[in-house]
């Protein structure tokens, strides 16, 4: 069975730090890309970041370019986030997903794990 767990989630203090984790399963990290999204309370489900297979190609939304780092490692079947200076408005259910070919299109993922809480306190 496919799974995607999350973790690393939690309450930080406004200009904090977390890493968050995903551990996956069974056949669904090879040759697949990762990503991360987010959902705020009320809002729809956005894009935060993804990465190739290989790790050689990234994209990051506007809004965390610079902030976050997107990585993989492909022995262990994890893929991180490193969310650097967090606001408030970073404030969401994290999750991450797999998906055939690096994309930021919401549509192209096939597998998603539970999700994981990061609380930014102003």
């Known amino acids: 069975q496919v799974q995607l767990v999350e973790s690393g989630g939690g309450l930080v203090q406004a200009g904090g730090s977390l890493r968050l984790s995903c551990a996956a399963s069974?056949?669904?990290?090879?040759?697949?890309?990762m990503g991360w999204f987010r959902q705020a309370p009320g809002k729809e489900r956005e894009f935060v970041a993804t990465?190739?297979?290989?790790?050689?190609?990234?994209l990051y939304a506007d809004s965390v370019k610079g902030r976050f780092t997107i990585s993989r490692d492909n022995t262990k079947n994890t893929v991180y986030l490193q969310m650097n200076s967090l606001k408030p408005e970073d404030t969401a259910v994290y999750y991450c997903?797999?998906?055939?070919?690096?994309?930021?299109?919401?549509?192209?993922?096939?597998?998603w794990g539970q999700g994981t809480q990061v609380t930014v306190d102003s």
């Open positions: 069974g056949h669904t990290f090879r040759g697949y890309a």
């Open positions: 990465i190739s297979w290989r790790g050689g190609t990234t």
């Open positions: 997903a797999a998906a055939p070919s690096i994309s930021s299109d919401y549509d192209q993922y096939a597998y």
